[in-house]
């Protein structure tokens, strides 16, 4: 039977090891936690609006978001799943990219060429998601293989769901990074569901941690809501990895406590009494009664900070709806090192379409033949 690896209990109580972070330091993780819930919740009215186009939220995981992310050093890379854009706005992509993104305005790094809420920043080491369920860990374990190879001071954070540990390029992965020994940690967020899929479903195994066994490496369950346990764990298995001892498998276990994504409805598939048990473990509250009980949080405190947070991403929201839509030439560009005549063609014929529905300029065609 696998036991799950806990510091603060589900009242805000210490129960097992001393926690390493200091209260201001909890404190300022508690703030990056109500910041990806603030900005989830902004998003999804958003996308009811039909202000954007389509959210899968993190709600209910941002202890795993933030307790896993706080370890790593700048040079270090984080490989996403589908959750993880909360982890790379406190690793330093900023707010207003981060909503360019879901815009896919003329502010997105991704040029428009992504689906919105698929998240990178090139900064910090954070490559593009991919919604094709568990390419990246493959991708991030060759990435780490080539840091390794390099001797580089870096460690790979490879993030994937309960459901990519039934896709080939988990096995795969974690059979190559257990041979390799390569500087990695596998952080599977075990929110329960994968879509309509659920973890009884999923696996036959006790727990997601049982796989790394298999694989010649370390797994450990560890409490998802729990910050403190998300992060403590994170940081032994990110030195671990740092100091060559290889690769460490984390499951953090929690629950996904809205759809899978805005075109889903979850009432389809699971029951509300559910959903209602571990809204009882929210992992911000936890840490709420936490820091309210060692003196670090006034009472009315996080009502303040929720609302400047909104704030600052409401200014964020209406600078980027003011931004211009990408440029249409962008279309055809940065594949070649120039465009060639037949996407010239292409694009004047395509130009010529848009001008008569309303949605280029004229002038816009760029490329004269
Ligand atoms: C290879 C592949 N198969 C199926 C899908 C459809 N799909 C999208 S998300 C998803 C479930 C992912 O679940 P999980 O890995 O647990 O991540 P979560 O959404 O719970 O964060 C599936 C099956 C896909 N995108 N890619
Ligand atoms: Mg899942």
């Not at 936690?33 to 186009?53: E, S």
């Not at 809205?258 to 559910?274: F, M, Q």
């Not at 465009?339 to 309303?358: C, D, S, T």
């Amino acid at each position: 039977m696998t036991t799950t690896f806990q510091i603060l209990s589900e009242d805000g109580t210490l129960v097992g090891e001393r926690p390493t972070l200091d209260a201001t330091k909890v404190k300022s993780l508690f703030v990056h936690m109500l910041r990806i819930r603030a900005l989830d919740g902004r998003m999804l009215k958003l996308q009811r609006a039909g202000r954007v186009g389509f959210v899968g939220t993190a709600q209910g995981l941002e202890a795993t978001l933030v307790g896993a992310a706080a370890p790593l050093e700048p040079q270090d890379w984080l490989w996403s799943g589908l959750r993880e854009g909360g982890a790379a706005m406190m690793r330093g992509l900023p707010l207003g990219e981060y909503i360019a993104q879901m815009y896919c305005n003329a502010n997105d790094t991704a040029k428009g060429r992504q689906m919105c809420n698929h998240f990178q920043h090139k900064g910090t080491n954070y490559p593009s998601w991919s919604s094709v369920i568990g390419t990246q860990i493959p991708h991030g374990v060759g990435a780490a293989f080539a840091s390794k190879q390099r001797g580089e001071d870096v460690v790979h954070a490879i993030h994937f769901g309960d459901g990519a540990t039934s896709s080939n390029g988990f096995h795969s992965a974690m059979n190559f990074a257990g041979v390799w020994k390569v500087p990695a940690v596998f952080v599977c967020t075990d929110n329960g569901w994968a879509i309509s899929v659920c973890s009884s479903q999923q696996t036959a195994a006790d727990s997601y941690a049982d796989k790394a066994e298999a694989y010649g490496m370390p797994g450990i369950e560890v409490d998802g809501n729990d910050l403190l346990a998300c992060h403590a764990a994170m940081q032994k298995a990110v030195g671990w990895a740092r100091s060559g001892g290889g690769p460490t498998l984390l499951v953090l276990r929690t629950y996904r406590m809205l759809g899978h994504s805005s075109s889903d409805d979850p009432t389809k598939y699971r029951d509300d009494a559910e959903v209602a048990a571990w809204a009882e473990r929210d992992p911000i509250d936890r840490v709420e009664r936490y820091l309210m009980s060692l003196g670090t949080l006034n009472p009315g405190e996080r009502d303040q900070i929720e609302a400047s947070l909104i704030e600052e991403i409401d200014a964020a929201i209406h600078e980027q709806e003011a931004a211009p839509p990408m440029a249409l030439k962008t279309l055809v560009e940065d594949v070649y090192a120039e465009v060639p005549r037949h996407l010239k063609q292409q694009y004047n014929e395509f130009i010529e379409v848009a001008e008569r529905r309303g949605d280029a300029q004229p002038g816009d065609g760029a490329f004269p033949l």
